[in-house]
């Protein structure tokens, strides 16, 4: 088992999926030769040829249109989107069209489609280019959305994503591109419906999805210095939701907390609260907590985007707050 980095992860993934299965293949902008806006496509369009690996003009919209239309045809067309902001100029291809086609067909098409795209704090992105808006999609019946925390995440819910029948969005936070951690050498895929606990704690359930997975592990780190047992889980996906991890673990903490990067209004957080609070509400000992962002643009200045989005302070404190008698 080696160490990759997050981006390093996503190349191979693709990559072994084109090899695996000659449907497979690439639409977005500079995806070809350039090997893609952040590297994940290098040395692609020069192994499968411009054929599988295509650079395509900057329409978001028509991009996403003709990966639909080519993977009712039998294609399993990987859409790279460069940042996730720009999904409001494919929301009705997306939601109207991909969503919806397996439904209103009687499931006579399918519709094996993947949008790849990136989010991210912490870069002085700007409030265009630095959304979270996982919640958007998540409200549409027939769409998959997943969240990867890091490479191996990375890589085993693009293959997964690769391989299933339905539309499913890929959100990846560039800002752990860089990240490296080990890998497995030998094939794997994760399922897309499932949770991972990623610390096992007494006290206190921690639920996170994408980079604040990372945040919450460092979060736990520093609580455990102090005698505080927090059992960390990394959602994953969004949609669907794994609850019957959460509601496992608060059997034995009682305490949830619940951190992502998106604002905290109407975000995943929000439905993951009101699931457990109608499903769970006898295991709590304590009002469940979220942790996001603050209702706000994020700003360009470092200074300002520092302070409203969350991180591992955040999560220390909304942990303080469910302990506290």
């Known amino acids: 088992m080696a160490e990759k980095r997050y981006v390093r992860a996503v190349n191979e993934a693709l990559c072994e999926e084109m090899e695996r299965d000659p449907a497979v293949c690439l639409l977005g902008v500079d995806v070809g030769a350039p090997g893609g806006p952040f590297g994940a496509t290098r040395g692609l369009q020069e192994r499968f040829g411009p054929q599988r690996v295509r650079d395509t003009p ?20 990987v859409v790279e989107v460069m940042f996730m902001d720009f999904l409001a100029l494919v929301m009705d291809q997306l939601v ?114 994408g980079i604040m997975v990372r945040e919450a592990l460092a979060a736990a780190e520093a609580l455990a210095t102090r005698g505080i047992s927090c059992e960390v889980i990394d959602l994953r996906s969004a949609n669907p939701l794994d609850l019957q991890t959460v509601r496992t673990s608060l059997e034995k903490t009682s305490r949830l907390v619940i951190a992502h990067s998106a604002t905290r209004c109407g975000g995943v957080g929000a439905e993951l609260a009101a699931a457990l609070g109608e499903e769970a509400f006898y295991l709590l000992d304590a009002p469940i907590t979220r942790v996001g962002a603050a209702f706000a643009p994020i700003p360009f200045s470092p200074p300002l ?5 969350p991180d591992r302070t955040a999560i220390i404190a909304a942990v303080e707050r469910v302990l506290t008698p």
């Open 58 to 77: 900057i329409s978001e919209a028509a991009v996403v249109g003709l990966a639909i239309g080519a993977a009712t045809l039998g294609l399993r067309p």
């Open 96 to 209: 109207n069209q991909a969503a919806k086609m397996r439904y209103m067909t009687g499931g006579q098409a399918r519709l094996p489609l993947v949008v790849r795209t990136q989010t991210g704090y912490r870069d002085s992105a700007g409030p265009q280019h630095a959304q979270s808006l996982e919640a958007w999609l998540t409200h549409v019946p027939g769409l998959k959305v997943v969240m990867p925390s890091g490479p191996y995440e990375a890589k085993g819910l693009l293959k997964a994503a690769i391989r299933d029948d339905n539309p499913v969005i890929v959100v990846e936070n560039r800002t752990l591109y860089g990240l490296a951690e080990e890998v497995p050498d030998e094939e794997y895929v994760l399922p897309l419906e499932r949770a991972a606990v990623k610390r096992e704690g007494q006290d206190v359930t921690i639920a996170s999805i």
């Open 305 to 309: 985007e520092r302070a409203i989005v």
